[in-house]
Each structure stands twice: as C-alpha cells, then as structure tokens.
C-alpha cells in the first residue's frame, strides 16, 4: 500500500518563476489537503478539496497561490511569480471520507527561493 | 493569535526516561487532538489521536491525558529511547462540517541520549 507521494522533493526557483508542485493521495482518499511549514514551525492550512471540489482556499497566502484536483485524484500547488517568503516545505495530505480528521502526510517538497 | 500551543519549546532525556510534552488549546469547537511525531526530510505521522468523550488514551509507550476544562492536552512517553529523538507537533481539529483541516502548534524537538 503506497502513502501519500509528493514530486519534486526539492525544488529551487529562481525569484519571479512560477512553480508547480504535484501530490498524489492515498488510492481512494476523497480528501484533500496542502499545509505550508515554515522552517522551525508546524505546518500550516492552505487548501482543501473534497473530491474535485475546492472547499476551503481560506489558508492560500496570496492570490499568486492556486491549487487545482481536477480529476478528484491527483493535485498541483501552482505559485506564480516566486518570493523569498515563499521558501517552505509544502505538504500534502489525504484522508479517507468516513474520517476526514485523520490525515495521512506525504513527505513534502521543499521550496527554496532564491 | 495562536491557537494551539506547546511547551517546553525543546526537551532533553536519558534514555529510559519519561518524556512530557504539553499542548493548550483556545478553541472549545475543536474535538480532536492528534499528535504528529516528524523526523528531518520526512512528513509528519500520526502517532496517537484523542478525542474529548475520554480523558486518557494509552497505545504501547506513549499516552494521551486530556483535561477539557482546562483545554490542555499532553503527550507522555514512556521509556523513551534514542529512536524517538524527532520534533513532536500536537494538532486540533473539528471532525464536524465540511473541513477538518488540522491546527498545529510549532512543535518540540525531543532528544534522547544514550
């Protein structure tokens, strides 16, 4: 049984560049979460999405964030026009839909912008 | 304003020993409290997970005791070993309505000797 994988691993931009990150969920998970952890912090809410809906975009910093499952499947995290504030681990989480609260993590891709 | 904290901030003990890591909540909405263990490079796990119909919550080495009317929940391990050096993070969410997302606190880094 796969976990949750996340590509790249790393990613390093250069100030300006648009980057996409990808996340593959657990097969059959119908949630769908991204966090940002800041270096020395806990992870903090982007988005979410059930199935291929957008919920909750509450947590994006910035309108140049934008999260996309299109399939209800697979999703990006697209940032447009990268800051040096942008550098973080990006991670990504799913859930299955009889307990959405009990969320399995990918490993993450961290982001330095330089 | 920060609404899940923990202390301390980082915590040193002997192999054998018991470690305790605390957390405080603001919310009285949330009704589920998880605790995440990450090691470097990795995505946080899920260690233990509570919920507030039950003050204790014991799985192998490590314990959940919750105090709802305090609004704090705390983390023992017991007989801690060098493996469990890693940074702890508790969490909080609502299992109720249309997003769990989870609420962190900063997290602790926990360091076993030998």
């Known amino acids: 049984g796969a976990g949750v994988s996340q590509s790249p691993r790393y990613k390093v931009a250069k100030r300006g560049q648009d980057v996409a990150l990808r996340c593959d969920p657990i097969?059959?998970?119908?949630?769908l979460f991204w966090y940002q952890q800041a270096l020395g912090q806990g992870p903090e809410f982007l988005t979410y999405?059930?199935?291929?809906?957008?919920?909750?975009k509450s947590g994006l910093p910035s309108d140049r964030f934008f999260a996309e499952r299109p399939e209800g499947s697979v999703s990006t995290l697209k940032i447009q026009r990268t800051q040096q504030e942008d550098s973080a681990v990006y991670l990504c989480?799913?859930?299955?839909?009889?307990?959405?609260?009990?969320?399995?993590f990918g490993p993450g891709t961290r982001l330095t912008v330089l | 304003q920060q609404q899940v904290k923990q202390s301390p901030q980082s915590l040193i003990v002997q192999k054998g020993g018991i470690s305790i890591i605390n957390c405080a909540y603001e919310n009285t909405a949330f009704d589920y409290f998880p605790w995440y263990q990450q090691f470097p490079g990795k995505g946080p796990a899920l260690l233990i997970a509570?919920?507030?119909?039950?003050s204790e919550k014991k799985e192998g080495r490590f314990t959940i005791s919750f105090n709802k009317s305090a609004k704090q929940f705390s983390l023992h391990i017991m007989d801690s070993q060098p493996g469990d050096s890693a940074t702890y993070f508790c969490?909080?969410?609502?299992?109720?309505?249309?997003?769990?997302?989870?609420?962190f606190g900063k997290g602790i880094t926990l360091s076993v000797r030998p």
């Open positions: 999405f059930q199935n291929e809906a957008q919920l909750d």
């Open positions: 989480a799913s859930s299955p839909n009889t307990v959405q609260e009990l969320q399995f």
């Open positions: 509570i919920r507030p119909d039950v």
């Open positions: 969490a909080a969410s609502r299992s109720t309505g249309a997003n769990s997302k989870l609420t």
């Open positions: 097969s059959g998970h119908v949630s």
